[in-house]
């Protein structure tokens, strides 16, 4: 996913030119001038489904919390990685699994 293919499409052909991590099954890549960030996922190590895509959240309790009320299916509960981040997977009404992640106290 994340070879030099890809990282020539995402850092070249997109401007996307900070690798800001690399971990084999997810990196993030991001613009210094555009503020542009996206994140690449192919498998996830720690969670029973792959997201297809991560959404930072400045609050991750009240998105979660929201999407309770709203009925959405959680599909990886509200935690702290090993790793720092505050997330959880949801099911998008259109079955994409979307991971919902923070920084915790953010």
């Known amino acids: 996913m994340t070879g030099p293919p ?54 991750v309790e009240t998105a979660y919390a929201d999407a309770v009320r709203r009925g959405y299916e959680i599909v990886h509960p509200l935690g702290t990685e090993d790793w720092g981040v505050h997330r959880f997977f949801v099911r998008a009404p259109d079955g994409t699994v979307v991971n919902v992640v923070g920084h915790p106290g953010g």
């Open 6 to 59: 890809a990282k020539s499409f995402y850092a070249d052909y997109l401007g996307l030119s900070t690798e800001e991590f690399h971990l084999g099954w997810v990196a993030r890549y991001s613009s210094p001038h555009t503020g542009a960030v996206v994140q690449l996922v192919t498998r996830d190590a720690a969670a029973p489904e792959d997201p297809v895509v991560s959404v930072l959240v400045d609050d």
